[in-house]
């Protein structure tokens, strides 16, 4: 079990994490080879933020506060190059409280983030699956295909799911690290369903204007 505060080794990167999500990553930079022993030496678990202001490579990013406790699962050395690619899965949200340690990488007290028990309307749930199922038919019809009907959507753990969605929906870094952010499953569902709205309306327009092309073309 992972306690509510802890001590935790930063992985800056311009890209968001959620809990559940698994993540390649090559990692070059020595102060990243020796983070990732330390924490092969450690449980295996560093925390994986976006950059808020910085780069990935050469001097320490700033990171935003809240981040996401990845594991990691697989390392694989490439012995010529020095790099290693590894795998991380997801665990729990975190808020950086206080940087213990600037060099060689980014150290930092953390507090594991709980996530809010609301509870998920029906309607809402209902809304998402015929959302996800449009969104879905809609990308595959601007490849040429066709998908039969999803599976409907077990609510068993809505939070869980609402980084399912995070994750697959193609936006903005800031709008994904808003809903890491976000500790209401409500809140953060009703927010995908805006962006999956949004989505599925540009979406409508570039299968149209395909099936224009392909029409016209003949």
Known sequence: MIPEERSLPLFPLNTVLFPGATMPLQIFEERYRRMLQDCLNE???LGIVLIKEGKEVGETAT???????AQIIQVKEVETSGRYFISITGENRFIIKDIIKQEPYLTAVVEILQESEDAVPPQLLTDLENTLDQYRSLLVG????????SKPIEPTDTATLSYR???LLQMTLSQKQALLEESSAPVRIGSELKLLH???E???????????RK???H
């Open 43 to 45: 449980d295996s678990r």
């Open 63 to 69: 990171p935003h506060a809240v981040g996401t406790i």
């Open 142 to 149: 601007l490849d040429g295909g066709w998908s039969r009907k």
């Open 165 to 167: 969605v995070g994750d």
């Open 198 to 200: 949004k989505d599925i």
């Open 202 to 212: 540009t979406l409508k327009r570039e299968v149209s204007q395909e099936f224009l």
């Open 215 to 217: 029409f016209s073309s």
